[in-house]
């Protein structure tokens, strides 16, 4: 059975990655990228600050784009892109009932409010970052992270179909710094017309915020960091 993919937004979901790398390029080459923190590195709190309780109403989008990266933040090496649907109103996704499921959930799922940026790191077009911020209730956010996750674990490989081009992807789970509330990591690997390509994704969700960060994944390990503090910083 195939699930053709609406038009909305997918929190950085890698259903349609494939059909997207292929025309792109995204996930070739990136900068030396430092290590992220091992699973169970945490930044610690001063222990005479207690932290403070985190908002449980949605954000607003102008409040998730003031907290989205920017160039300042990245570097000079960074040019802001366009903001790019992630797929095709004729993109069909095969070949794991979890996944199909899931796309057709996808319009049942979005948040109150969501911002979104691209960054593309030098004059190559694979290498690429987006960010993305969702903002609901806590609980909302962390039954629709728990949803995308378990269906990552069920989907070791499907198909994705774009007009008469099919790209098969392979999922599997990768570490991620024990930051936020709950958190998930994961990459793709698919070959597209440029030969084989690897897209990392991360979810972190801190109360009423889910960041998503995917991309090349130096330019992922090395910028997770300074993405969540500053979109929890508020």
Known sequence: MHHRRRATS????????GALVATSGCGGRSPDATPPAGPGERTAASADQPAAPAPTKPASVAELRRLLLTTDDLGSDYTAEPSKDDAKDDDAVSGCPAMERLVAR???LQPVNQ?????????????????????DSPAQLSAVLREIRDTYRACPSYT???????????????VVPELGDERY???????????????????????????????????????L?????KATAR
């Open 10 to 17: 997918t929190w950085g979901l890698p259903i349609l990655v």
């Open 106 to 108: 996808i319009p049942r």
């Open 115 to 135: 911002a979104d940026v691209w960054f593309m790191y030098g004059s190559d077009p694979r290498s690429t970052l987006k960010e993305e911020l969702d903002s």
């Open 160 to 174: 994705v179909t774009s007009g008469t081009t099919a790209v098969r992807i392979t999922l599997a789970e990768a």
């Open 185 to 223: 990591a994961f990459t793709s690997t698919f070959v597209g017309l440029g030969g084989p390509s690897e897209v990392k994704r991360v979810a972190v969700r801190k109360g009423n915020i889910t960041l998503f960060l995917s991309g090349s994944p130096a330019l992922v390990d090395k910028h």
């Open 225 to 229: 960091k300074k993405a969540f503090e």
